[in-house]
């Protein structure tokens, strides 16, 4: 899922590129994308873009007296900025907006249709699609710690969570904790004030380095590689691979539509946090270190 850095690339891409332009037309080549139709689409025709902004991980289009359009991409949605009368990505393109000159393509790779997008009349509508997220980099360390300590959570749930953070998804939240070298396990009411500080300093050194990464990657041009899966990410996606800090092999846990990916020296004092579904299986035989996990794999293998 687009988290934070890459919404942005995104919104300064759209407002660099599309600003100021006047709506031609929509268009629904699948018509469930479409969440709500008050106001209507007809609605935004003729009307001149006039900026961006970004709620959480969902993307908002100002179009000033006609209202907003709010675009959440959820796992598999995309951005393309095509020239006026590009063939469409087939089977891809789920919503298309007509400017003068370009067309913006909402796509969406996949069988399951999860992103969405809804037409909302003023800024009253638009809040009710604020999750209500704290912006991390626009806030002070008491501010943060308040926010994500007011329920106890693990930190990769507290992270994630968009009713406590603001942009911050699965592979995001892996890079922070390893920064700040902490378990993803770890409850937020356990953590002492050195952690806390370590934590806060992670989140802006991660969030403002790739930011700033994918602004340079971009330029003047469009997004055209938003992935979670970055080469020069720390641990997310490199399950297996060494860890660029002590060189052990980074561990993955797969849950739902989702992973968490961490650096048990690094992170966790050594230890390897249980896979549910595998503890279950392998039960007294569950390795609990890195050396153990190695004599179990040789065991296999011999």
Not at 107 to 135: F, I, M, N, Y
Not at 182 to 191: A, D, E, G, I, V
Request: hydrophobic share 40%; with cysteine; glycine share 8%.
């Amino acid at each position: 899922m687009p988290e934070l850095p890459d919404i942005v690339a995104y919104l300064e891409a759209i407002d660099r590129r599309l600003r100021g332009h006047v709506l031609q037309g929509t268009r629904w080549p699948s018509p469930f994308v479409l969440r709500t139709v008050t106001p209507a689409p007809q609605a935004f025709v003729g009307r001149a873009l006039r900026g961006t902004r970004r709620l959480g991980k969902r993307l908002v289009l100002d179009f000033g007296e006609a209202g907003f359009v709010v675009v959440h991409l959820m796992l598999a949605g995309r951005l393309r900025l095509l020239p006026a009368g590009a063939a469409l990505p087939p089977r891809l393109a789920q919503a298309v907006f007509d400017f003068e000159d370009a067309s913006l393509v909402l796509t969406e790779a996949g069988t399951k249709r999860r992103a969405a997008v809804h037409l909302v009349a003023d800024e009253a509508g638009l809040a009710a699609h604020d999750p209500g997220g704290l912006e991390v980099q626009e806030t002070d360390a008491a501010g943060f710690r308040a926010a994500l300590s007011s329920t106890d959570h693990t930190l990769k749930r507290a992270l994630t969570d968009p009713r406590r953070t603001s942009g911050i998804g699965n592979a995001y939240s892996d890079e922070i904790l390893h920064a700040a070298r902490l378990s993803p396990l770890r409850r937020t009411r356990q953590l002492s004030d050195a952690e806390w500080d370590r934590l806060y300093a992670a989140v802006g050194e991660i969030l403002t380095r790739f930011t700033a990464r994918i602004r340079a990657e971009v330029g003047d041009g469009f997004p055209e590689k938003v992935t979670a899966f970055r080469p020069d990410m720390a641990v997310h996606g490199r399950a297996g691979q060494p860890c660029p800090t002590c060189g052990a092999p980074v561990q993955r846990i797969v849950y739902a539509d989702g992973e968490m990916n961490y650096c048990a020296p690094c992170q966790t004092e050594g230890r390897l946090l249980a896979d549910r579904a595998l503890s279950r299986l392998l039960k007294d035989d569950w390795p609990k270190t890195l050396e153990a996990l190695e004599t179990l794999r040789a065991t296999r293998r011999a």
